[in-house]
């Protein structure tokens, strides 16, 4: 596999194959027929696949297993309108930090939204909340975006931005222009320390000229 650049962009495909491994809770209505019901999968070992009992799995595995009606899911701790009102308000209110949520939130979200026809897997997780929680996913991204943006904004000078918390599609977003500033700070780096020599240089040839 070709090395990709220190400096590309994930794609969103590449973010959100790699948030399908986050765990995922589920319910399954069927027994796996192995010596401890659990699944040996190459992320690791999930089960044990009982009836009723709950367990947690990779999102692709919970995924697949829903859209063969072998188990249910569980509404995400974080996926709740109080909880994302919570987060909306201590996002919108405090302009130093971010508040904590899963580092692939955006991707799993959208996953759970799109699963199915008709919004048939979120409207099982999240019944009549559905609309509420969906507007809420909304606005907590665009409310942290615009945060990044206008911090950005107002670099001036060698400085420390704090980004933590931030969520795996907002690193992305802003990572070519960390990365672009970088490549600028050693560029003139490098030209600063080209002058020094070459006035060093300089002086230390006039010097040798004094002395003949």
């Known amino acids: ?58 999102l692709w595995l919970a995924l697949t297993l829903w859209k063969r009606k072998r188990c249910t ?5 974080w996926m709740n309108v109080d909880h994302l009102e919570a987060v909306l308000n201590l996002d919108r209110r405090d302009a130093t930090a971010f508040q904590p949520l899963p ?11 799109t699963a199915g026809t008709d919004e048939a897997l979120a409207s099982g997780i999240f019944g009549d909340n559905l609309t509420r929680i969906k507007d809420l996913v909304e ?16 670099l001036q000078g060698a400085m420390t931005v704090k980004l933590n918390n931030l969520a795996a599609m907002e690193i992305n977003a802003v990572r070519p222009f960390f990365l672009g500033a970088l490549d600028m700070f050693h560029e003139y780096q490098k030209m600063d320390e080209a002058g020094l020599d070459a006035g060093g240089a300089s002086q230390g040839l006039s010097q040798s000229q004094s002395m003949r």
């Open 1 to 58: 596999m070709a090395s990709r650049s220190a400096a590309a962009e994930w794609t969103p495909e590449e973010m959100y194959f790699l948030a399908k491994d986050e765990l995922i809770t589920i319910v399954p209505n069927f027994s796996l027929l192995t010596e401890n019901g659990t699944a040996q999968c190459i992320g690791g070992e999930f089960g044990p696949f009982l009836p009723n009992r709950e367990c947690k799995v990779p």
């Open 103 to 113: 580092f692939h939130y955006i991707e799993i979200a959208h996953f759970l939204f």
């Open 139 to 154: 606005l907590v991204q665009k409310a942290r975006m615009a945060k990044v943006l206008a911090g950005l904004s107002t």
């Open 73 to 77: 899911m569980k509404p995400l701790p």
